[in-house]
């Protein structure tokens, strides 16, 4: 039987100290194949019985899964290393994640401390503030991607759509 045995780089924490704390987050490494669906589970659940969620955080997707109640599977399709896709956080309430927002036309979710927004129009104008109301960036998309670089906290991320005359708000922790 192999062993894992986490590198001086990997974030691990023994099982002691999960089991000292209320609440626990891991980062979760994966390798990846090419075009490969993976599925993530719980191998012994009682093992968490002390705990009421296990919530996996998938942030390239924004999905949010509590693994108390179902896996998670998902289609990776690039061969490499990623150690900051997806986070697992044992015991505690339900992360701030990527919107879920069915409504919304713009996926916008934090990765490796930067806002990510898929989906946007030439013309669509995102503003950026602070969750006391301060304005940290205000621009106006030229491409259907747009990625910024911020510290980790709560942000309120603001989309006016140049096509559809909507805005859509979203709040969302950058970590």
């Known amino acids: 039987m192999q062993k894992y045995k986490p590198q001086p780089s990997t974030k691990f924490k023994p099982l002691t100290d999960i089991k000292a704390k209320k609440v626990v987050e891991l980062q979760v490494g ?30 390239e997707t924004g999905i949010i899964t509590d693994l108390q109640q179902q896996d998670y599977s998902f289609t990776v399709a690039h061969s490499d290393y990623d150690e900051q896709r997806l986070t697992l956080r044992i015991g ?23 806002l990510i927004i898929k989906g946007l129009h030439l013309g669509d104008r995102i503003s950026i503030f602070t969750v006391g109301g301060a304005l940290i960036e205000r621009c106006t998309a030229t491409d259907a991607d747009y990625r ?11 989309i006016d759509s140049n096509e559809k005359r909507r805005s859509t708000v979203k709040k969302l922790e950058v970590n």
């Not at 505690?92 to 930067?114: K, N």
């Open 148 to 158: 910024h670089p911020l510290r980790p906290a709560v942000y309120i991320v603001k």
């Open 92 to 114: 505690g309430q339900r992360p701030i994640a990527a919107s879920t927002d069915e409504s919304s036309d713009y996926l916008i979710y934090s990765r490796q401390h930067h």
């Open 30 to 59: 994966l390798r990846k194949g090419k075009n490969d669906q993976l599925t993530v589970s719980l191998p012994q659940p009682e093992a968490f019985a002390d705990y009421d969620h296990v919530w996996l955080t998938d942030h």
